[in-house]
């Protein structure tokens, strides 16, 4: 583990209320190693060859996501202790293709193999590892599905927004023609007047953009 000696351990939420040689331990066990980056750095949410979580040890990291326009959002800001990387773990790569991280000011990042922590809870964790496994596989697709809305919610148009969600359902699941819900729910979704949504669908039928059936819709572009 690379500069073991700077890591404080009791400032970390996910080592609170374990003792420094067992949290080094761990770190050792997995394979856990610190990398450190200038400000202004900026690499993939889904950096290196393998699912990866990364705590923040020193610096301010934003996490970005481009949409398939080209336009960047900011999702959240990450302090030191801060955790990152479970929902490429958990959700996969593909799906987190369009997030990035920034470094606002010079930063270290302690990265701890996902698949290596996989098999310490299934070596030592016995049930409890397993219930800690699954709420952490519960909550990172609860957070995907956040980062998700705040995806469409930062377009625009009711055009760019129901796009944008046609695209990230076509994604989830598997298919060009997704299964979409009834109007009124489809305007909460996409927080836009009902009125203007069945305006703008109608618009973009004409247009030869969307294809829409009983419960269905494809995008055509």
């Known amino acids: 583990m690379d500069d073991e000696q700077k890591i404080d351990f009791r400032g970390l939420p996910i080592f609170a209320g374990i003792g420094k040689d067992d949290a080094e331990m761990f770190v050792r066990q997995v394979g856990g190693y610190v990398q450190s980056f200038p400000k202004g750095t900026r690499i993939p949410y889904t950096h ?35 955790l990152f990387g479970n929902v490429w773990a958990v959700v996969g790569t593909e799906v987190c293709s369009g997030m990035m991280l920034e470094m606002r000011v010079r ?6 193999p996902y698949r290596e922590m996989e098999k310490v809870y299934g070596e030592t964790g016995g049930v409890q590892g397993a219930v800690a496994r699954n709420l952490f596989s519960v909550l990172s697709r609860m957070m995907f599905v956040l980062l998700q809305k705040i995806e469409v919610l930062s ?36 927080e836009c007047n009902r009125s203007a949504l069945t305006r703008e669908i109608g618009r973009m039928e004409d247009a030869g953009v969307v294809v829409c059936g009983d419960g269905w819709m494809e995008l055509k572009e």
């Open 48 to 82: 290196g060859d393998a699912p990866r979580i990364g705590i923040v040890l020193e610096g301010k990291v934003h996490v970005l996501l481009t949409d398939p326009s080209g336009n960047e959002v900011l999702c959240y800001e990450l302090e030191v202790g801060a």
């Open 107 to 112: 930063a270290s990042v302690l990265w701890l």
């Open 155 to 190: 377009q625009h148009t009711v055009r760019a927004r129901l796009r944008l969600y046609l695209i990230q359902q076509g994604k989830a699941q598997g298919v060009r023609r997704v299964r979409v819900p009834g109007r009124v729910q489809l305007a909460k979704i996409l």
